[in-house]
């Protein structure tokens, strides 16, 4: 348990080597609801700072159990970090389901829905929140709503922001038909829908395909990025499991007419992750990893394409091979403690190393995270090697049992989050790959999802785009802060890697955040030269959570967390600036 606790703001400064200083500017603490499930800077203004915490809430109450839906605590802070108000909406919400906080402009708007089992029907609702006060300044009024045929069937939905942020855009499909369908619309800041909506589908079977992402393009065309799967025969007798086959990218225009599919077998090259992004009033950037081998767990290069939004026609190409023959060594990051916490941690990873299953997907590969424009009309892209997965342990106690029942079983589940090397690379503005760098690092997040006495499957964590789980980890992954001459990649690592920048080097696994420190790697965008330094130790401060920030001009602004065994847990939240 940290021993530091903050009642006034405090301030570090922080020399950096790279001729830059950081500023480190900690809030007071306030607590947390218990059972909290997410949290997260969700925007920042001029006014103060936003934070989401998800939580579960009752919903009804029976003599032999409870039904509880998913809510959230919206708290605003000053400029001073100190808090202004707190509200979860409870009471509005009653009769509704909890979506989401939802910024539009200078609008906030709380979004909610209503399920009829009469009609079958899902209604989405909104209402606008006062963010000086926190509370609601009017009503919920409908914004949209969709129809279920059959029982069995799921409405599933995502609010995203169009190419320049001034619209909300719906994407919506119901589950469980024969083919994938799939509506696109728009809505102004009044919540008031834009133009008509957009029909598309396809002819893949809705078990084999996966849609991964949409972009709303600047002249009103979709792209729809999916994942095509295809059954192999498993190990086991008449087992049979889902196999990735390739990438399915096309456009359509707002009829829902297929405008182009883009060729994703390029110089027999399999694309392994992709992601599209709009330039702002430019074309359409589609980054992808590729592998040299079908079924290749290794990431041999990076390709880009500029795309035209409206044609879909390529405009270029270029790719660029990643050196993979420099391994760099990952240890434990318990090697040199011996107290209890680094003893179990490393029991539990032992465990680990007998999960992996190639017919259940276990793999690791890089995810695109950021395009950041630069100053000389370029793009630097930063992705992460990233890999998640549940596992459920069981333990029998003969304590506590009664009369013919001499214990009980007990089974607890986790949910692993593995964040490793980061790559940054710069595109310049023809669109060719310059400089290519991969900064290796290997965080592991382990976070317990349930506990039950009894046989227990665990849980099923499914990714796709309208169901992402939770906004987990906490403490692993990165942050982003642009700078004057640099962008700071701000992340949690062992202190022991300070010096590490380059494959080849050994690197320590960081499993136990509390006594990590937080780095910062200083990127210049024009040159793609780095350094790395500290910024802070997390057992000075609430642990710190660089993934869940956001950017307010120059200024960061980030979550500490400290878990307390007694008590409720606390959070602050940060402020770092860096020149």
């Known amino acids: 348990m940290k021993t530091l606790f903050f009642t006034a703001l405090f301030t570090m400064l922080v020399s ?12 007071d603490e306030f607590k947390l609801k218990k059972g909290s499930t997410d949290l997260e800077v969700i925007h920042t203004d001029n006014t103060g700072v936003y934070v989401k915490e998800s939580h579960f809430a009752l919903k009804s109450y029976f003599v032999i159990g409870a039904t509880v839906r998913e809510s959230a605590t919206l708290t605003k802070l000053d400029k001073d970090l100190k808090e202004e108000y707190s509200n979860n909406f409870n009471k509005e919400l009653k009769g509704k389901e909890y979506e989401s906080f939802f910024f539009l402009k200078d609008k906030l708007f709380l979004l909610a829905t209503d399920y009829s089992k009469k009609d079958k029907t899902l209604t989405l609702f909104a209402a606008e929140i006062n963010k000086a006060s926190g509370e609601l300044a009017g009503e919920f009024t409908e914004v949209t709503s969709w129809q279920k045929d059959e029982k069995s069937e799921d409405i599933s939905f995502k609010a995203s922001y169009n190419s320049d942020s001034t619209k909300m855009v719906l994407v919506s499909t119901v589950e469980g038909r024969e083919k994938n369908n799939y509506e696109v619309r728009q809505f102004d800041d009044k919540m008031k829908a834009v133009d008509k909506p957009i029909a598309i589908s396809n002819e893949f079977d809705p078990k084999t395909f996966v849609l991964e992402d949409v972009v709303y393009t600047s002249n009103g065309n979709v792209v729809m990025v999916g994942r095509e799967y295809e059954y192999q025969e498993g190990k086991k007798k008449k087992a049979k499991y889902l196999d990735f086959k390739n990438y399915v990218i096309r456009i359509y225009n707002n009829q829902g007419k297929q405008l182009k599919e883009i060729n994703t077998a390029i110089n027999a090259k399999w694309l392994v992750s992709t992601k599209v992004m709009q330039l702002p009033v430019k074309e359409l950037v589609l980054a992808a990893f590729y592998s040299d081998e079908k079924r290749g767990r290794e990431i041999n290069g990076m390709l880009v394409q500029r795309i035209n939004p409206a044609t879909g026609e390529i405009i270029t190409t ?3 091979d990643i050196n993979t023959s420099m391994i760099t060594t990952v240890e434990d990051d318990n090697g040199d403690d011996d107290d209890d916490e680094s003893r179990k941690e490393r029991k539990e990873r ?3 190393e007998k999960i992996q299953n190639d017919e259940d997907g276990f793999s690791k590969y890089m995810r695109f995270r950021n395009f950041i424009y630069t100053a000389d009309n370029g793009l630097v892209i930063l992705a992460e090697k990233y890999n998640s997965y549940s596992y459920t342990t069981t333990s029998y106690s003969t304590s506590g049992g009664t009369g ?8 607890t589940t986790y949910q692993v989050y593995e964040c490793g090397d980061i790559m940054m690379s710069k595109i310049d503005a023809a669109g060719n790959i310059g400089w290519l760098n991969i900064v290796p690092k290997q965080q592991r997040e382990v976070i317990q999802t349930s506990s039950s006495s009894g046989p227990a499957n665990g849980i099923s964590m499914s990714f796709n785009f309208f169901r ?14 642009p700078a004057n001459n640099s962008l700071n990649i701000i992340f949690n690592d062992n202190k022991k890697n300070d010096k590490v920048l380059q494959l080849g080097q050994k690197v320590k696994k960081i499993s136990y955040f509390g006594k990590s420190d937080c780095f910062a790697i200083s990127l210049n965008p024009i040159t793609g030269k780095y350094t790395r330094a500290s910024l802070f130790n997390n057992k000075e401060v609430p642990t710190a959570m660089p993934r869940l920030s956001s950017v307010l001009g120059k200024d960061l602004y980030m979550i500490g967390k400290e878990d307390r065994m007694l ?3 606390k959070i602050a939240i940060a402020r770092l600036s860096i020149k």
Request: net charge positive; glycine share 16%.
């Open 16 to 27: 950096l080597s790279f001729a830059q200083s950081a500023n480190v500017t900690w809030g």
């Open 318 to 320: 270029s790719q660029k």
């Open 350 to 352: 032992e465990k680990l």
């Open 404 to 411: 013919l029942s001499m214990g009980r079983t007990t089974s």
């Open 468 to 481: 992402g789980g939770f906004n987990w980890p906490f403490y692993a992954g990165y942050g982003v802060l």
């Open 567 to 569: 008590g409720k847990t």
